[in-house]
């Protein structure tokens, strides 16, 4: 793999902020819902170089712990997986997952242990993309090419649509909304879909669609939008 392109799991920091700061409303949102404000123990599974752990950190009324599977200096604090948490039953009042819960092979095992180290009143945040109800216009094929390529890397594309249920059978009382963000298509699409394992002919697919992409850049004529689900879960 190209190093600049960063692992699949992880796109290179600037990727990661401005798709950060492209959530940042619906995220705020699910945050409010959740009462972050008043939450003095916040989790994060799989926080990556951080594009959202100085806004958690600020947003909490006490601390915000950071945690990935590769601890990165002055990012996460803690190396673990999201599916064998190292903390005690009931030490957090709120878990916090973002573009996380794709890339974890057993979905149901890190909810499971989410709900472990809540406490009761605790809230599970999750903000994840389900690349099955993407949409562009024109058809420039990007959809495919997503889920193939998130595939192949060993995530679940469609992972959003799973979440109500899995919480729900976790024993947390679900409240679910669709992020729907659609805005002029821009080449950071194409560059994240780069990151990915392609073949050959998906790598030319996926050069085309840059082009046309960056010869219309900011233009409505070419849009590219992933829906995102909103998840909060509260544990009795
Ligand atoms: C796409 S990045 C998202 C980072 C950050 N949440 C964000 O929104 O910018 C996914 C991160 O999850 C981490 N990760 C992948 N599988 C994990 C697991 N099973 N447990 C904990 N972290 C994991 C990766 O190391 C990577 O940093």
């Given amino acids: ?9 992880l796109p290179p920091a600037d990727l990661a902020a401005a798709l950060a700061a492209w959530l940042a409303g619906p995220r705020s949102r699910a945050l409010r819902r959740a009462r972050i404000g008043l939450r003095r123990r916040v989790l994060e599974v799989g926080c990556g170089h951080g594009a959202v752990t100085a806004e958690l950190r600020r947003r909490a009324a006490g601390e915000a712990v950071a945690l990935d599977l590769s601890a990165r ?8 997986r999201a599916e064998a948490l190292p903390f005690r039953n009931g030490c957090f009042d ?6 996380l ?19 009761p009143g ?3 945040v999750a903000v994840e993309p389900d690349y099955g109800g993407m949409m562009e216009q024109p058809d420039l094929g990007l959809q ?9 890397a060993g995530a679940n594309p469609k992972v959003g649509r799973r979440l109500p249920a899995a919480c729900e059978a976790a024993g947390l009382r679900v409240w ?61």
């Fill in 144 to 152: 495919a090419l997503w889920c193939r390529g998130l595939h192949r």
């Fill in 122 to 124: 605790g809230d599970l």
């Fill in 1 to 9: 793999m190209c190093p600049d392109r960063g692992l699949p799991n």
């Fill in 101 to 119: 819960l794709l890339w974890v092979p057993q979905l149901e095992a890190a909810i499971r242990e989410a709900v472990r180290v809540l406490q």
């Fill in 73 to 80: 200096p002055g990012v996460a604090q803690l190396a673990a």
């Fill in 94 to 99: 709120l878990v916090f997952f973002q573009n």
């Fill in 176 to 236: 679910v909304e669709l992020a729907h963000l659609p805005r002029p298509a821009s080449a950071e699409v194409v560059s994240l879909l780069e990151g990915l394992p392609l073949t050959e002919s998906e790598r030319r697919q996926a050069a085309g669609a840059r082009q046309i992409v960056e010869n219309k850049a900011g233009d409505w004529g070419v849009f590219v939008h992933v829906p995102y689900f909103l998840v909060v879960a509260g544990k009795a």
